[in-house]
């Protein structure tokens, strides 16, 4: 009998972390540990305060472009300390952040001990982990650097999180908590700062279905978001500002909106029979369209029923997503014409996970309202298969194509400027190239010590 027990506590768990190690496993096939692009960033703060020989906070803070990334390189710092700057092992510490924010919605939502759950906890568990480990997001997800936006995302997690608790307890110390969850968020990048129109929008509707008003919960969030705000806006750069214009129109911001709501299906034999000329974009708009409308729907109908409470974690993750894909809408939506990035869908699969965690209550009824949600649950992890595997198509050529800039990189000194350029933006002319990439060879990383992936 203990054996027994034994042996199905021990299926139970390994259907939970089953995609996390799916994940893991892939980073360890694909991942290439490299220097690409933003990769740079934090690594020359770190070159440069070994250099000085002190911590600059000023550093640290100052915006690069419009971000500023301040607990991402604390994190990314930590890591390099024990594995020399290793990319591929900031990518196994993503996997780590999804697997928490993913196990932190399903104890929420289900509203008891992991040891508690049943069969069918632990396999909405596994698809919620498919979600939100998605390969549709593989620009993030075998990029060391965006460590930052799961940082982001657990953050958001467990912000909603403890305001859910909040609600269920009234312990003034998860405020708190969903306060500094929600600053680490913001002072991670600028798309962090969603979570507090997240926060607030989510608190509003939750308060006007319950017809209550809760002075202390606006005191706290709305603190939060004006102490937050005053703070990353101060001593901006003209550069920074510059690039937070609006750059696009009204139709392009709504668009794009849509579109990266979308991405996270992208199911294309449904688009293909209407004969399109942009198939893809199409694609995209049809199932953001689709995935707008069910998670209005939804939230709609808690809100009427006054079920808002109990889901507060999975409404303020679709109002998250939304902030998001409107944020990057407003300064770069008129990009809708080459498709919407696979680095925006991150965020995005929040929304899929708020309606996956808003429809699972509703499947245990044996009614037709049962029969429906099962129904559309089972269609909606189908497409999300389907785009995962979709994705994971590429993976290879995307590993190759990292592989080439791995190679220009270790191969500095015989290499076109041009292409060293592209690596990152600070590399203006061959001397300062050579002289920082000579900074970093020095630093002993195991990018330049190991030449295998």
């Known amino acids: 009998m203990r054996l027994n027990n034994v042996f199905l506590s021990s299926l139970k768990w390994l259907l939970i972390l089953l995609p996390t190690c799916v994940l893991i496993y892939l980073i360890s096939l694909y991942g290439i540990n490299t220097l ?41 710092f930590a890591i390099s300390s024990f594995t020399h700057y290793n990319t591929k092992a900031m990518m196994i510490g993503s ?4 697997c928490l924010s993913y ?35 593989y620009e993030n997800l075998f990029w060391g650097f965006q460590i930052a936006w799961f940082l982001i995302e657990f953050c958001v997690v467990a912000g909603l999180a403890f305001i859910t608790l909040y609600l269920r307890n ?36 939750y308060q006007l279905s319950d017809k209550k008003f809760d002075k202390k919960l606006c005191l706290y969030l709305i603190c939060g978001t004006f102490v937050t705000y005053c703070l990353y806006f101060h001593g901006y750069s003209e550069n920074a500002h510059s690039l937070m214009k609006m750059t696009s129109s009204v139709k ?10 979308g991405r996270v299906l992208m199911f294309h034999p449904l688009v293909k029979c209407l004969k399109c000329d942009d198939t893809i974009n199409m694609t995209y708009l049809f199932e953001g369209t689709f995935l707008t409308l069910l998670a209005g729907i939804l939230i709609l109908y808690l809100f009427i029923t006054k079920k808002t409470k109990e889901n507060f974690l999975p409404i303020g993750l679709i109002i998250f997503g939304f902030c998001f894909a409107f944020m990057v809408g407003i300064g770069r939506g008129v990009q809708i014409t080459w498709g919407t990035p696979s680095r925006y869908t991150t965020y995005s699969l929040l929304v899929l996970g708020g309606v996956f965690a808003i429809l699972r209550p509703y499947m245990s009824l044996h009614k037709f309202k049962g029969q429906i949600t099962a129904l559309l649950f089972i269609a909606l992890t ?33 290499e076109p400027l041009f292409y060293l350029q592209v690596l990152h933006s600070s590399f203006h002319n061959r001397d300062s190239m050579v002289k920082r990439v000579k900074q970093i060879e020095d630093a002993n990383l195991s990018v330049f010590y190991r030449r295998d992936k």
């Open 95 to 98: 996997a780590v952040l999804i």
């Open 382 to 414: 189908g497409l999300l298969a389907y785009s995962s595997v979709k994705n994971a198509i590429y993976l290879p050529e995307f590993a190759a194509y990292r592989l080439t800039w791995r190679d220009k990189l270790l191969n500095y000194q015989q």
């Open 170 to 205: 009234n312990q003034t110390k998860y405020l708190i908590y969903a306060v500094v969850s929600g600053f680490i968020a913001s002072f991670s990048s600028l798309h962090g700062l969603a979570v507090w129109p997240c926060y607030i929008l989510t608190a509003i509707m």
């Open 252 to 261: 392009h911001i709504i668009l794009f909106t849509v579109n990266t709501i």
């Open 103 to 137: 196990l932190i919605i399903a104890r929420i939502t289900a509203q008891k001990k992991f040891t508690q759950f049943n069969f069918y906890d632990c396999l909405y568990t596994c698809i919620l982990g498919f979600c939100l480990t998605s390969v549709v997001q």
């Open 36 to 76: 690409y692009i933003d990769d740079f960033k934090p690594l020359f703060d770190l070159i440069d305060i070994k250099t000085s020989g002190h911590v600059d906070l000023s550093l640290l803070v100052k915006p690069v472009n419009e971000h500023r990334i301040f607990f991402p390189k604390l994190l990314i």
